[in-house]
């Protein structure tokens, strides 16, 4: 019996054009829809990959990953109405949730987090900042990986984090943050946002790189390839989102520390 056939160096382009493709299409929509169109999309996107992370960490029983990301989205839809005082508070309940139903606690308690958080960063952005802010992480996380795509497949050399997603180089890892320093001088040069911008751009793009790679280390544990089935051909929901995941929370946790220099316009 044969085994599988070989991939070449670019046999997994189109899957990545693709990836690509889909992200820019939903921010499309994010762009001319927004307000609570653009909350609804974020919520049901949470709730999936809530799902899909429910999955891929052994649940206790087969429900229980559809129950985890009802309540995700549910929490996530109340959270954004309820007073500021109990929106700390809610974040934590599905995280708990799929801590207790799962059999990797941490992992999922962490991951879950991360989720909704940045479910709950973007819908405030949208709000706060306008469609500018969302145009900017998008572009960020697809250039940057399509940057690193190109340019680590062609040079290759020494990888980043072997252990945990073997493709990945130093050499693409780079050319994806000068792709993101790109990004963020178009957006000054063009729409006149600080120059701050352009040393903040490479900054998400690299925990947008980090996101990627944490959904491929909890891929590995779970002995898997793809988080799920829901995008035919191209994976779950995770693996189009999990650079758009590391890059809103990191934007989330640096406005705590000082203002940042995001767009604002548009």
């Not at 929106?87 to 599905?94: G, I, M, T, W, Y």
């Amino acid at each position: 019996m044969r085994g599988p056939k070989k991939q070449g160096r670019w046999g997994d382009l189109p899957r990545r054009m693709a990836s690509a493709l889909i992200m820019l299409g939903i921010g499309v929509i994010e762009i001319w829809l927004g307000g609570a169109t653009f909350a609804v999309l974020v919520i049901a996107l949470s709730g999936l990959m809530t799902w899909e992370l429910a999955r891929m960490q052994k649940p206790h029983a087969p429900w229980i990953p559809m129950a985890l990301g009802l309540l995700a989205s549910v929490t996530l839809a109340v959270l954004m109405q309820a007073p500021p005082v109990t929106r700390l508070f809610l974040l934590f309940v599905p995280p708990l949730a799929c801590a207790f139903g799962s059999g990797h606690r941490k992992v999922a308690f962490v991951y879950a987090l991360a989720i909704m958080l940045s479910g709950y960063t973007l819908i405030d952005l949208r709000t706060v900042a306008g469609t500018a802010v969302i145009v900017w992480l998008i572009m960020l996380v697809v250039v940057s990986d399509i940057m690193g795509y190109f340019v680590g497949r062609s040079l290759g050399g020494p990888k980043f984090w072997p252990r945990i997603s073997p493709n990945k180089t130093w050499s693409g890892t780079i050319a994806g943050w000068v792709g993101a320093m790109g990004v963020g001088a178009a957006f000054v040069v063009v729409m006149g946002e600080p120059w701050g911008l352009v040393l903040l751009s490479p900054v998400v793009a690299l925990a947008g790189q980090l996101g990627d790679i944490a959904e491929s280390w909890i891929k590995r544990r779970a002995e898997i390839k793809d988080s799920s089935s829901l995008i035919p051909g191209h994976g779950g929901v995770l693996d189009r989102f999990d650079a758009l995941i590391g890059a809103v929370v990191a934007i989330m946790l640096l406005s705590l520390l000082f203002p940042l220099p995001i767009p604002d316009s548009l």
